[in-house]
């Protein structure tokens, strides 16, 4: 079912998925089918607990979460299996829970439930949930996560930090993600949610979402990106925001008027209520697909206390300090491993990009999912990277070393691309965009844009190997990813067994799944 809905039941049906409870850190979460009209036009999508994007986990650090996946998924044209993936979670011991499919896990089968039973004991800041089945995650099933630190050391800088200030950007489109063809040729994003809301050229009459604010409060907004695709340049109209947290790293203080997000990426920024009382554009511009702030796309209301229920009358002005990223430097001092030189660490890894026109290849190898689990591989006694599956894919790793990754910048379609590291943060020692190594201080992060060719980018990454598991990195743009953009990291592969048992529902995963029908994958 799609069509047009009208604006007052548009406004119900986004309405709901706004304000719907934060859940955590024991909770079920119930995946079914559902129509959804988020911005005017309505589709049939992937809800949890009956909305989309799904509700609000929250927790403390030291928090032991029980998130038990209840898939009631039946709508032929998406997928019914379904696995999640806590974004930013290192699963150190858990690495069976991390989520992706056929990588740590078979995926759960409609009609059956898993429970992710797994600690958070030194994580804390703004974190997000998916599908990690393919392009599950595009039709709906994706939500925010907040681990709350009773001693934040930011604490001083805002007053106010709650449900109500978390802001996700997400692309919309008209058609299921499996509907149609696969990239290059893909549809681009029809409508930019902003909280669950947001407009297209067709639909300028929809519902936006509304950030209130009170004058003279300073809010802590945690903005997440759950972008199956589009990267967003975001400001507010007449404020600064002073980033203070990226990607569940504590930052220095760097006040910009704007900033570009990748798809997975987040950011926490404290903005001073210090302006008149009055409404103000929220602006979410992404790369690719309905471009600019026509009619209200793309856009959101920031309103203070006290001001008119109206549209806000703020115009755009071109951003003269954008965030950079190598201005950004961890709080507390973090050690970057390795010697303070290209090269300089006990293993290094150059990946070469390629694009055939059809499929995304590392080092001449295009990813496959295996049949069976990496980590199912591992325990089962494949140890090497001649016996492990996906075939040229999988990267063993030697525990307790510096690993420097390099990842430059030859493929034009689609970039620049966003890769994520699963398991870990790592220290970006070159950002895209920059031709300087910083070893000194460099931001860490898990999510990393590679940049572009034009600018003859290198990105350059490290971290140490401290969590044995196969860890996924890949293109975090969805539709890359499902045509081969990624690879392996399989960390001490003698110690993961030992490091990482395994509950008995996760055995149970994959002779359930391999008996289903083909239709209902």
Known sequence: MAGLRSPALAVALAFAAATIAAIGPKADLVLSNADITPDGFTRNAVVVNGVAPGPLITGNRGDHFQLNVIDNLTNHTMLKATSIHWHGFFQAGTNWADG?????????????????????PNQAGTFWYHSHLSTQYCDGLRGPFVIYDPDDPHAHLYDVDNDDTVITLADWYRLAAKVGAKFPYCRLSSSTLINGRGRSNGTVWADLAVIEVEQGKRYR????????????????????????????VNSKPLTVDSLQIFAAQRYSFVLDANQPVDNYWVRADPNAGILGFEGGINSAILRYKGAPRSEPKTKYKPSTNPLEETNLHPLVPMKVPGRPEPGGVDKAINLAFRFDGANFFINNVSFLPPTVPVLLQVLSGAHTAQELLPSGSVYPLP???????????????????PFHMHGHVFAVVRSAGSSVYNYDDPIFRDVVSTGTPDANDNVTIRFR????????????VEYHLDVGFAVIMAEDTPGIKAANPVPNGWENLCPIYDKLAKGDH
């Open 221 to 248: 907004f945690r903005l997440v990106s759950m972008s199956c695709d589009p990267n967003y340049m975001f400001s507010i109209d007449e404020h600064d925001m002073t980033v203070i947290e990226v990607d569940g």
């Open 399 to 417: 525990l307790h070393s510096s690993i420097e990754i390099t990842m430059p910048a030859v493929v034009a379609a689609g970039a620049p691309h």
């Open 100 to 120: 992706p499919a056929f990588i740590n896990q078979c995926p759960i089968s409609p009609g059956h439930s898993f429970l992710y039973d797994f600690h958070v």
């Open 465 to 476: 190997t401290d969590n044995p598991g196969p860890w996924f990195l890949h293109c975090h």
